[in-house]
């Protein structure tokens, strides 16, 4: 485990990407438990969404991104396969920057 320790006196800069939805001030409440690094959560879209870790200027962390699929644990339609591989593909895709 490696100790994080934050000056008082200074707030810390936290770097999102465009689609982060987490607060800065969540951001660096987080930070001291995440050991120094931010986690970005992209809005949900069709029950998907995205995270990716970082440091604090929004260079790449230790873990590469990862995409979530909420609520979609039974068998699924052909409809519904359909909607959630383009709400993965989507997700993939603002992840990576490229819309
Ligand atoms: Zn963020």
């Given at each position: 485990m490696?100790?994080?320790i934050l000056p008082r006196n200074v707030?810390?800069?936290i770097v999102c990407p465009?689609?982060?939805t987490?607060?800065?001030e969540d951001h660096i409440a987080e930070l001291?438990?995440?050991e120094g690094y931010a986690i970005h959560w992209s809005s949900s879209s069709g029950g998907v969404e995205h995270s990716s870790m970082t440091?604090?200027?929004g260079s790449p962390g230790p873990?590469?991104?990862q995409v979530y699929c909420d609520g979609w644990t039974k068998d699924l339609t052909l409809t519904e396969a359909e909607q959630l591989a383009?709400?993965?593909l989507a997700a993939v895709k603002e992840a990576r920057g490229a819309n």
């Open positions: 490696t100790t994080v707030r810390p800069e465009s689609w982060c987490v607060s800065t001291a438990n995440l440091y604090t200027d873990e590469p991104g383009h709400a993965i």
